[in-house]
């Protein structure tokens, strides 16, 4: 054990109780070290499924669970695991001090000997002037919620309009990016007014869904085989979505999104899916960071100035095959195994090791019966791409209660073209 700490037990906080902290803390639980989890939210989103609760598929709470929960299904081995529900404002590397605004206001200072910071992404908006004013991102419940609401609330104000171009206007939406969020969220958009809402607003006569999609490169799902790609565009056009290659936005207002090339897509309704950056608390650490906001590591995943400090899912910059990792769930599952392991290695007086990412993948649901799946050189798409993504969804959703709603909730889907979900929820103050 290091000398520094031979005094008392050691202490681990883990920042971020996304997929990189959680993996991590299950790696530490039984450990002979005191584990605290910090996060803003008193829960644990399974973001791959946000774009569910927009389209009205499931409920929000179905896709979250309480974290001192998930410590407590962990069972007996997880006694020296503790959560506190606070926001992280700073970091004192010398002293070796968490910095944190508690839920009274209260100033905390937590002590640590190793610490992992896990804390996420936030939209990335490339410095596009109006997405922050006037786009919808999709990166919590909150946000997930809001666009919800949202779009029923432009149906129902839409049902009574009597101006015939007010009224298309309203229910034109304008999906940017076309990465696997984007391409699942104008599917599932499409799907949701010429099935649910269709039905449910009769009176509006609507024909083809009026769902544009825009990607500013020359393909769908960058990383995917080109047939796949190629797929995958054919099943958005056939649910009715305008797909736009080499569409580069310039700016976002409430008429719509305005590209570089003079183009325009009038819409009351923007979604901005086109990236993710790391969570500007990394920057105001005083640690190294790339352009995108990640923070730059050791290929153990150490902070490249404090041995001590490791770092695990979007906020970190690791690389596969000389290319830096994607800020999806599987790598950050990796890395926050991974960077606890490497704690739990030092620990036991011995140096972590480098860290090296399987690549078990990416899968992609375009709508009913419908995904694209590449699993190493093999790739296949269809029907069994879609039960496989569904399977796969469901293992890595914490939690049976939520598992059980939520294939509940596809089912009803499935078989009747049902969405349960279409409420406009007051209890969300950002709706």
Request: with cysteine.
């Amino acid at each position: 054990m290091p000398q520094h700490i031979a005094q008392h037990r050691p202490r681990v906080i883990i920042v971020g109780a996304g997929f990189a902290g959680i993996f991590a803390a299950r790696e530490l639980a039984g450990a002979e070290a005191d584990v605290l989890i910090i996060d803003r939210n008193n829960a644990h989103t399974f973001l791959p499924l946000l774009y569910q609760v927009a389209t009205a598929a499931v409920e929000s709470e179905h896709i979250a669970a309480p974290v001192r929960g998930i410590i407590r299904d962990m069972g007996k081995r997880a006694a020296n695991l503790d959560f506190c529900m606070a926001e992280v404002r700073g970091v004192d590397f010398e002293q070796r001090l968490v910095l944190a605004e508690g839920q009274d206001g209260a100033s905390l200072a937590l002590p640590y000997d190793f610490l992992l910071l896990a804390p996420g992404s936030v939209t990335n908006t490339f410095g596009t002037p109006g997405v922050d004013e006037h786009a919808f991102s999709l990166k919590s419940l909150e946000e997930a919620v809001r666009l919800r609401n949202h779009i029923l609330r432009s149906f129902e104000a839409a049902a009574w309009m009597p101006d015939e171009g007010r009224r298309r206007h309203r229910l034109c939406f304008v999906v940017v990016g076309g990465g696997p969020t984007g391409v699942e969220l104008a599917g599932a958009m499409a799907e949701l007014m010429a099935g649910a809402l269709g039905r449910d607003f009769p009176r509006l006569g609507l024909g083809e869904p009026c769902v544009t999609l825009l990607e500013a490169g020359d393909g769908l799902l960058p990383g995917f085989p080109e047939s796949l790609r190629a797929y995958a565009r054919r099943k958005l056009e056939a649910l009715g979505v305008d797909v736009r290659l080499g569409a580069v936005v310039a700016r976002v207002t409430p008429e719509g999104a305005f590209l570089k090339d003079g183009g325009a897509h009038p819409a009351a309704t923007v979604v901005w899916t086109a990236g993710v950056k790391g969570e500007p608390v990394a920057a105001r650490l005083g640690l190294a960071v790339a352009p995108n906001g990640q923070v730059l590591a050791r290929p153990t995943l150490q902070s490249r100035d404090h041995p001590e400090v490791f770092l695990a899912g979007d906020i970190c910059r690791a690389e596969h095959a000389g290319r830096p990792l994607p800020m999806f769930a599987p790598p950050a599952i990796q890395e926050g195994r991974h960077a606890a392991r490497g704690i739990l290695r030092l620990l036991g007086g011995q140096q972590p090791q480098a860290f090296r990412y399987v690549d078990k993948g990416m899968m992609a649901t375009i709508g009913k019966k419908a995904a694209v799946v590449r699993l190493g050189r093999f790739s296949f798409r269809g029907l069994p791409a879609w039960l496989l993504w569904l399977a796969v969804h469901l293992a890595y959703l914490i939690g049976f209660r939520n598992r059980l709603f939520v294939l509940a909730n596809w089912a009803v889907d499935y078989f009747w073209s049902e969405r349960c979900v279409r409420l406009i929820s007051r209890r969300n103050p950002l709706a």
